[in-house]
């Protein structure tokens, strides 16, 4: 008997049942779409008496009171209607005045109402006099919004505008006086910040559930007298859960031509139905998701629309439903739900697992359960590839390339981080026992930068994607690259080890950048070197790669611009008496035609010095080859180990060899008068400061002077070294912060502290912040900053 009473007071629950009426799904969920939190609660019933939310029908189809009573957007509301009704006997009245509805230019005659602002509505009349006609009513609750008067609006119209957007109507007001505007928008904010949280049933019914999660026949009564929680065939009126109203820009900032967050849940859940009937799935899939990439309060209303369509499924093991499985599995790898969406979708998947063991369906819900233990958010949508793969439940394939010719494919999920692969690399590559450390760096032609540790690799693929669409030539072909990173021990490094020839490699890369100060003849020395490590013995049948890959280039462009030896020029000849001087001509027609033809000779002669200019650069270039493929021959007889091995011997002679060099612009003050184009080095001990092209050291600090670092606005990183501070402009700000973190990061990890992180750059980004450390520290006690 007790559960039959407990039934019972289940049956109250029929007013989300109205699905089944003569009214439809339409009207159901369009007009009992909010219910006041406070209605629950203040009347003293439980969680399961719940007041019908339709208004009450009389025998011929009206409604119980009169429409000229009760506004229309009032009906919809699920509120009390003694609250509704006590505005009328005895309104409390907040502001009131004379205002223009809608302000139109030309020879149309404005018209203005009488605007009442109550603490439950804004209304408007025809006259300010007692029993003017009410000609329309806003109610206002939590989830309205208020625009605040612009200068845009007042340019054009000459008026101050406030817009109030409700569930129903949008009022644009307009006064030609701003603190009238300004007043308004104030009192109708306030009003709106007075009002409870309103929800919707489905939100209502999702916390029942988790109340009753633990008794398996309430939650069956629920879903069987509340089709909202189930699958439909009929298009979605209204959003699942509570939106604010109004405009997207005016709430949510996006600049993709979005309509306002419910429509645009209206519209998520039509582009879902149709995955039932599409030939290829993807890209609609793609679409949803870009959608809550950019729209993060439509995460959880996805989320709720996909529980909806995996639940109570006529046919669930056809191919069309499972895709609305797949559909879930690339969210949950791509977004999390808020706690409360997240508690629901896990007991959701528990639950289709319990009725149906063994099926794909199973097999998904243990997928994505898995998925949701591991997933961060994004920054990129997934791609095309990664879609079809999680369709299938399966991982990628990811090439990882590392210097020299060699690459690796590692199986990746859209969890992996480049820590993980970094780690994985190690083990495979035996760099495990390695004192150096490595990172992962984007790369391509002409550019390359460190990945931070916590970055995902799904996303760095997806933007490789995004960027050979963009531009498919050659130079912008991206690639990931297992590099070293820190060098913390050189002398440590084995000569038959792969590490070797990473260093072999990076030396090289420098060289060829033009980073390692060095004569001529040692550069041609080791591109010698180079060619008889890569290729071997000379033979006139052995290709041999262009100059730009073994010597430096603008070696040969500043050996061609310097100035030929030989006395100082003349000085100018002042002109003869009576000429005018060099580069003035006369005024009058004659001056133009002379100053026309002036103007063509010298683009004529600019244009043959080019071509000189050029002519020479292929000659130099050629003479360099040749010297090089001369040196090349003398090396007939070396091993690919003994070549790399002379090339790192010369490469050693530098004192900063092993130190990463970043172009900045050094102030020589600190009011920033005057700059110079240096070299900053960052090395395991210490930071330097070179001028370009010089094997000397103009500067150089030890980590253990070095007081405080950091980021001093957008481009200028500043360096306080005893009492001096150091400031530099460039481009390079986040690659310097990390690079410095992690060698106090990896010098502290040799040190014994925490010997598990040795060999990572962690961290996806850099604290831009301002770093103190102790006065003069050791190198031991400088602190860890992640990266």
Known sequence: MPLQGFCWFLCCRKGFNLLGRDYGEKEEEESFELRNKEDLTCNGRGPLEVTLSQPPRTANGTNGHSLSEVPDEMKNLIIEKSKIMGLEENPELLVQGWLFRDVHGGWIKQRRYWFVLSQDS????????????????????????????????????????????????????????????????????????????????????????????????????????????????????????????????????????????????????????????????????????????????????????????????????????????????????????????????????????????????????SFIWEALEKTRCRECVPSWEEIQVLMGRQEMLCTVHYPGPGSCQLHISSHTTVNEVVRRMMERLGLKDSKNTFALFEQNTHWERPVGGNTIIADILTRFQNLSVKGPDSDSQWRLCFKLYCLLDIDAISVDSIEYLFLFEQCHEMVVRGQLPACEEDLQTLAALRLQSVIGDFSTHSPCPPLDELFPGHMIEARLLAPPPGPPPAPPVAPAQGCPPSGRFPGGLLGGALWGHAATAAHKHKVEQDLRLRSRLKEEAAAVMCTIVERWKGLAGYSSRDSMAAYLTIARQWSG????????????????????????????????????????????????QICSYGVSDSNTFKITAGDRDLLFETTKLTEIMQLMNAYFSATRCQRGRNPAAVGLADGTAVELGFHRLPSAPTLVELPSHPV
């Not at 172009?663 to 009011?671: A, G, I, K, L, P």
């Not at 001028?691 to 600090?701: I, T, V």
């Open 122 to 365: 804004l209304d408007y009349y025809n006259g300010s006099e007692r029993g003017a006609v009410r000609l329309g009513t806003l109610v206002l609750t939590n989830l309205c919004s208020v625009v605040w008067p612009d200068k845009h609006t007042y340019k054009e119209t000459g008026y101050w505008s406030v817009t109030v957007h409700g569930r129903k109507h949008c009022y644009r007001l307009f006064t030609r006086h701003f603190n009238e505007a300004v007043h308004w928008a104030c009192a109708i904010q306030k009003v709106i910040d007075t009002k409870d949280p309103v929800e919707t049933p489905t939100q209502l019914l999702i916390r029942d559930i988790e109340e009753s999660k633990f008794n398996p026949e309430v939650i069956e009564h629920i879903y069987q007298h509340n089709p909202i929680l189930k699958y439909t065939q009929s298009p979605l009126y209204a959003p699942l859960l509570a939106f604010p109203y109004g405009s997207l820009e005016h709430t949510f900032h996006s600049g993709k031509g979005y309509a306002t967050v419910r429509e645009e849940a209206v519209k998520l859940f039509n582009c879902l139905q149709q995955l039932e009937s599409a030939r290829d799935p993807v890209a609609l899939i793609q679409g949803v998701l870009q959608t809550c990439l950019d729209l993060r309060p439509l995460r959880d209303e996805v989320y709720c629309q996909l529980v909806k369509q995996t639940s109570s499924t006529p046919q669930p093991h056809t191919a069309a439903h499972l895709r609305y499985w797949q559909t879930l599995t690339c969210m949950s790898c791509t977004f999390l739900p808020s706690p409360s969406i997240l508690k629901y979708l896990r007991f959701h998947l528990k639950r289709i697992q319990s009725q149906c063991p063994d099926s794909e369906m199973d097999n998904y819900a």
């Open 657 to 704: 060899f092993g130190c990463t060099l970043y172009e900045v612009d050094f102030y020589m003050s600190s009011t920033g008068s005057f700059s110079q184009k240096l070299w900053l080095g960052v090395a395991a001990t210490c930071i330097s400061l070179y001028k370009q092209g010089e094997a000397e050291a103009l500067e150089c600090f030890p980590y253990g």
